[in-house]
T-cell receptor, first 115, second 116 residues
Framework: AQTVTQSQPEMSVQEAETVTLSCTYDTSESNYYLFWYKQPPSRQMILVIRQEAYKQQNATENRFSVNFQKAAKSFSLKISDSQLGDTAMYFCAFMRQTGANNLFFGTGTRLTVIP | DTAVSQTPKYLVTQMGNDKSIKCEQNLGHDTMYWYKQDSKKFLKIMFSYNNKELIINETVPNRFSPKSPDKAHLNLHINSLELGDSAVYFC???????????????FGPGTRLTVT
């Protein structure tokens, strides 16, 4: 079974600073995908960034980047130049590449950006 | 244009009632999902349909019955509602097979169900 662990229930960061959210996962699969989703107070689930396990290069989307360590089964999210609009719950998620392709979510990290 | 829509967004009902939540996607995707987010914000898959066929049926009570009239719609019907059913229910879709295959799932806005 796949499990996803987010060990930081809550974090805060000053506006314009950088913050890193942690995520580890457990799987016996060799091919899979990893995601970070953002859920602001509006409740909408928004895809922030994705990583294919077969790619060694870390994914980057504007101010968001990941540190993917496949051997360590670690997938952290770095947010640079934090903005007030980044305040949200952040969920790490895992998906198998073959078979049932539902998402397995972590328990989330509530991030607050302080002005 | 809304990609994945759900109705209603809020649903308040009494124990024992039967209710439905509708989901529609206009992305042309072949697979749709229902996820449940509990009061602690934990999200878990309930069902998955591919081209109207049930693919995933996690351990949920039989009172929950998904129905897919066509590949653009996946509705969730809940019988004999209980207090513990109170949660936010998300519909999502993705293209799993063939042309335009993507592993990204697009979520609807969620339906907050409150059972009193």
């Amino acid at each position: 079974a796949q499990t996803v662990t987010q060990s930081q229930p809550e974090m805060s960061v000053q506006e314009a600073e950088t913050v890193t959210l942690s995520c580890t996962y457990d799987t016996s699969e060799s091919n899979y995908y990893l995601f970070w989703y953002k859920q602001p107070p509006s409740r909408q689930m928004i895809l922030v960034i994705r990583q294919e396990a077969y790619k060694q290069q870390n994914a980057t989307e504007n101010r968001f980047s990941v540190n993917f360590q496949k051997a360590a089964k670690s997938f952290s999210l770095k947010i640079s130049d934090s903005q007030l609009g980044d305040t949200a719950m952040y969920f790490c998620a895992f998906m198998r590449q073959t078979g049932a392709n539902n998402l397995f979510f972590g328990t989330g990290t509530r991030l607050t950006v302080i002005p | 244009d809304t990609a994945v829509s759900q109705t209603p967004k809020y649903l308040v009902t009494q124990m024992g009632n039967d209710k439905s939540i509708k989901c529609e996607q206009n992305l042309g995707h072949d697979t749709m999902y229902w996820y449940k987010q509990d009061s602690k914000k934990f999200l878990k898959i309930m069902f998955s349909y591919n081209n109207k066929e049930l693919i995933i049926n996690e351990t949920v009570p039989n009172r929950f019955s998904p129905k897919s009239p066509d590949k653009a719609h996946l509705n969730l019907h809940i019988n004999s509602l209980e207090l513990g059913d109170s949660a936010v229910y998300f519909c999502a879709s993705s293209q799993v097979y063939g042309r335009g295959q993507t592993y990204e799932q697009y979520f609807g806005p969620g339906t907050r169900l409150t059972v009193t």
